[in-house]
């Protein structure tokens, strides 16, 4: 039985994913977060603490009303009391490998949403 030569790879049209794992209710609705605690292709990194930056008058966990990154199938987006992932508060730089937050000069906290103030002690 001979067979004509392949042009793609057997395996070209197939797709892999991971659905990661999470300590935190994940979807659309009220007090679920858009995304999971882990994440990336193998689901090997880990999102760090999330808060509101403490700089902003905004609330940037606030994710009603906002369509989930990359979309949606059916257009939906968060409800009322849904949760945006806000790494470290925007006030430090995420250890994607460990969780962990390195808060920015001035800021501390697990999720270094807590703004140190100097005090003029003269």
Known sequence: FLRAPATT?????????????????VGLAASQRQEPEWFGPDCSLRHCPSGDDPMT???????????????????ASG???????VDCSNRGL???MLGKCDCFEGFV?????YQLFAYNTK
């Open 94 to 96: 995420c250890d994607h």
């Open 79 to 85: 409800a009322v009391g849904n949760l945006c992932q």
């Open 57 to 75: 008058e905004a609330n940037e966990e606030d994710c009603g009303g906002v369509a989930p990154a990359g979309g949606s199938v059916t257009g």
């Open 109 to 113: 906290g697990e999720n270094c949403g």
């Open 9 to 25: 790879a057997w395996d070209a049209r197939l797709s892999s994913a991971c659905l990661c794992d999470s300590s935190w209710p």
